[in-house]
């Protein structure tokens, strides 16, 4: 069955670029969420949606971060004027119900270089 | 502040031995998880632990949680080489979203 995905699976910015990352979470899912991934770290939380809802975004690192779910469905998370330590692996995953409690399905990531 | 520690954080082993890797919380939670991350790849899940006592097992591994003692552990039982990977605990924060930590990287030698 389709799982989450995520595009594009490589993305290579010259700092100071904006850049936007696309989810597509399983479909009927509720729940929504973006994580940030260093090199060599475990995931880190970045914002949750509740459908269109944008519940939670305490760990968006600046304002220069930014995620919409317009319809509750697919997500974008767009990153303004790209800094370097913006470089890492970003996760998108979905769950069925609201919340955190229930297994979230991660997507394959977005590898985000910024040179 | 949830704040998750693992350990070992590397760890080697031969084929056919056993070992355990621990995940540590500083909050209350009684919703556990791990995850498997293979190089490149992103997160498979393994385990969810709902409950104080909770045990899970699949294959040679064996999950198990201890939400008193804010523990939780993974046993690998005669460990293959196909167990190489990266091990996530995550732990559930007041519903809101998951906090993993650092991550445990198993290499099993032949």
């Known amino acids: 069955g389709a799982g989450v995905s995520q595009s594009p699976r490589y993305k290579v910015a010259k700092r100071g670029q904006d850049v936007a990352l696309r989810c597509d979470p399983i479909s009927g899912h509720v729940s929504l969420f973006w994580y940030q991934q260093a090199l060599g770290q475990g995931p880190e939380f970045l914002t949750y949606f509740q459908n269109e809802a944008q519940l939670d975004k305490s760990g968006l690192p600046s304002d220069r971060f930014f995620a919409e779910r317009p319809e509750g469905s697919v997500s974008t998370l767009k990153i303004q004027r790209t800094q370097q330590e913006d470089s890492a692996v970003y996760l998108c995953?979905?769950?069925?119900?609201?919340?955190?409690?229930?297994?979230?399905?991660f997507g394959p990531g977005t590898r985000l270089l910024v040179l | 502040e949830l704040k998750v520690e693992q350990n070992p954080l590397f760890l080697s082993m031969q084929e056919g031995k056993n070992y355990t890797i621990y995940c540590n919380y500083s909050?209350?939670?009684?919703?556990l998880y791990w995850y498997r991350q293979d190089p490149g790849k992103s997160l498979e899940s393994l385990f969810v632990?709902?409950?104080?006592?909770a045990v899970k097992q699949e294959g040679r591994l064996m999950a198990s949680l201890d939400t008193k003692a804010r523990l939780s552990t993974l046993h690998i039982t005669a460990a293959v080489h196909d167990l190489s990977a990266t091990y996530f605990c995550a732990v559930d924060n007041y519903g809101q979203n998951f906090v993993f930590g650092p991550g445990t990287r198993l290499s099993v030698l032949p």
């Open positions: 909050t209350t939670s009684d919703r």
């Open positions: 632990l709902l409950s104080n006592g």
């Open positions: 995953a979905s769950s069925l119900v609201a919340g955190g409690q229930e297994t979230q399905y």
